[in-house]
């Protein structure tokens, strides 16, 4: 593994863990909004940062579940599999989600740019709405660069299988 690699793995597993950080800030602002409301002040917008919020935790989380293999799997498939053609599902699957990662980025780069054209906000905050797009963004390009680690890792193991 080079060091690129390391440090690849290693922002992964940072943008990770600041994606659960967010899961459990949205957590404790929804429970302070619900006890605020008992008493009749609830949080106002609380439901539009935890719509923001819940979306950049999910998708700083893909990055790491590629690099980990961690992905919902269907197992009943492999689980008479050689190791082989769990490589190759594996590649395929890397080689999905690297296409995936380039589609969902240029999509969602032109979603953000139409949200910034038209000054689209939240109702409430009035958060512009382009702004949870940029973690978003951010996620896409690190599931990318997991993705090519992945296929190569992948590859490795369908290269190494032969040669045994």
């Known amino acids: ?6 440090a690849i793995r290693s922002f992964v597993l940072f943008w990770a863990l600041l994606g659960g950080l967010l899961l459990f800030l949205v957590v ?6 619900v006890v605020g409301g008992v008493f009749g002040s609830p949080i106002p917008g609380d439901f539009e940062l935890t719509e923001m919020g819940v979306a950049i935790a999910v998708f700083a989380f893909l990055p790491y579940c590629q690099l980990t293999n961690a992905n919902v799997t269907a197992d009943i498939f492999t689980a008479k599999a050689s190791p082989r053609w769990i490589a190759l599902f594996g590649l395929i699957s890397s080689l999905v ?20 054209n038209y000054q689209y906000t939240s109702a409430i ?9 940029v973690p978003v963004l951010f ?4 599931l990318f660069l997991a993705a ?16 045994v």
Do not use: H
């Open 1 to 6: 593994m080079n060091v690129a690699e390391k």
């Open 28 to 33: 404790f602002l929804n429970s302070s909004s």
């Open 97 to 116: 989600a690297f296409m995936f990662s380039i589609l969902l980025f240029w999509c969602m780069t032109q979603g953000m740019i139409d949200r910034y």
């Open 125 to 133: 905050l009035l958060i512009p709405m382009w702004i949870p797009y």
């Open 139 to 142: 996620s896409w390009i690190l």
């Open 148 to 163: 090519i680690i992945s296929i190569k890792e992948f590859y490795l193991d369908i290269a190494l299988s032969r040669a």
